[in-house]
């Protein structure tokens, strides 16, 4: 089975300040990596994902994760932020075979201060 | 990227009642779809997995008869809560990969709002 830990349930950052949300996750399979975030009352949107090849994937909105299998870690990062960073962010993970579910972490509240 | 349909958005009802949620793949076959729930300030709880055309694979916890799962077709699932009381009360997304995907993202609906009073 696979589980994700989040480290941080809210993260507090100043606007045009970088942001690291961090991500670890536990598996004894290959595993695909995956970061979605939420709006209030919306479903989920993928940021990015890593699936296979380089280690530092770039996604939507100036976001970058970098997967690092010794350490199990998927962090979520963004060198600056603004206001409509605000929101809820999940990391998720899956067996990289099969139709499977995702296992969410717990997310993080990313709060954008003016 | 693949448009997942919720329907209603939000649902209000009275504690006995039983409600419908419809999710729909717009623009493609989706063969599983993938029912979370989420409760407030809290994360994404996979309830059941829904296979067109079987029965459902409910998580461990997850009262089947509570929250019926229907996939009739390759692109509609539906998950009725039955006998609503207070205690159901949350947000339910559902999701779905292409078929064949090889990209593992799961596609997910806008969630539907079920307040039972």
């Known amino acids: 089975a696979q589980s994700v830990t989040q480290l941080d349930s809210q993260v507090p950052v100043f606007e045009e300040a970088p942001v690291e949300l961090r991500c670890n996750y536990s598996?004894?399979?290959?595993?695909?990596l995956f970061w979605y975030v939420q709006y209030p009352n919306q479903g989920l949107q993928l940021l990015l994902k890593?699936?296979?090849?380089?280690?530092l994937v770039k996604g939507i909105n100036g976001f970058e994760a970098e997967f690092n299998k010794s350490q199990t870690s998927f962090h979520l990062r963004k060198p600056s932020v603004h206001i409509s960073d605000t929101a809820e962010y999940f990391c998720?993970?899956?067996?990289?075979?099969?139709?499977?579910?995702?296992?969410f972490g717990k997310g993080t509240r990313l709060s954008v201060i003016a | 990227g693949a448009v997942v349909s919720q329907h209603p958005s939000r649902v209000i009802c009275k504690s006995g009642t039983s409600v419908k949620i419809e999710c729909r793949s717009l623009?493609?076959?989706?063969?599983?779809m993938f029912w979370y729930r989420q409760f407030p300030k809290k994360s994404l709880m996979l309830m059941a997995t829904?296979?067109?055309?079987?029965?459902?694979?409910?998580e461990q916890g997850v009262e089947k008869d509570k929250f019926l799962i229907n996939h009739a077709s390759l692109t509609l699932s539906t998950l009725t809560v039955t006998s609503a009381h207070p205690e159901d009360s949350s947000f339910y997304i559902c999701?779905?990969?292409?078929?064949?995907?090889?990209?593992?993202?799961?596609?997910f609906g806008e969630g539907s709002r079920l307040t039972v009073l």
């Open positions: 999701s779905a990969r292409t078929s064949g995907s090889g990209t593992g993202e799961l596609f």
């Open positions: 890593y699936l296979s090849g380089s280690t």
């Open positions: 623009d493609f076959q989706a063969t599983t």
């Open positions: 829904s296979n067109e055309g079987s029965k459902a694979t409910y």
């Open positions: 998720a993970v899956s067996r990289n075979s099969g139709n499977t579910p995702l296992v």
């Open positions: 598996s004894s399979v290959s595993v695909y």
